[in-house]
């Protein structure tokens, strides 16, 4: 079944190469203290900060959905490419560790507040010769997303529109 979800959509952009083009559009909107309300098309999920962070513990914090994403898009594409290669999984798991510091985020101290170190663990069970498995995962990586989306420096524009409230919102205009 992934196997031919896959083969589908391959030809699909192979005939049509704009079928595999798009813009992706997610919204986080304050809803109350620092806790979100996230939607993409017919998603919508709570995003939030612990307590101890000023926050209601409403939801995970960004950080969680930013590992997340990384874990589950490197567990997919492992998924896809041993369908694919119809290499047999009996199990699958990847764990991600991403070593932090907070400080920078709080403007203690000098540096970036991005992760010092990210590590995935791949624990996989297969039938398959160990050297196949690993040729699979290899793929997997190559292709991954969101592995190139953390390794990989990205173009970032910022757009900010600034309204003031509407009469009955917050303050009133003069």
Not at 25 to 47: K, N, P, Y
Not at 65 to 84: Q, V
Request: net charge negative; with cysteine.
């Amino acid at each position: 079944m992934i196997r031919t979800a896959v083969e589908r959509a391959r030809r699909a952009v192979k005939l049509r190469d704009t079928v595999g083009r798009g813009t992706a559009r997610t919204s986080a909107r304050i809803v109350q203290g620092l806790t979100c309300r996230v939607e993409d098309g017919s998603w919508s999920f709570t995003a939030d900060m612990p307590e101890k962070a000023g926050g209601d513990g409403q939801g995970p914090d960004p950080g969680v959905f930013g590992r997340t994403s990384l874990a589950s898009c490197l567990a997919i594409g492992y998924s896809l490419w041993a369908a694919h290669a119809e290499l047999p999984l009996t199990a699958l798991e990847v764990e991600v560790q991403a070593d932090y510091d907070v400080r920078p985020q709080y403007g203690l101290g000098e540096g970036s507040p991005a992760y010092r170190e990210i590590r995935w663990i791949v624990r996989v069970e297969s039938p398959a010769p160990e050297e196949e498995v690993r040729e699979v995962l290899e793929t997997a990586e190559a292709r991954s997303p969101y592995l190139a989306l953390f390794r990989d420096p990205q173009s970032l524009r910022r757009e900010i529109n600034i309204a003031r409230p509407s009469a009955g919102e917050g303050e009133a205009t003069p």
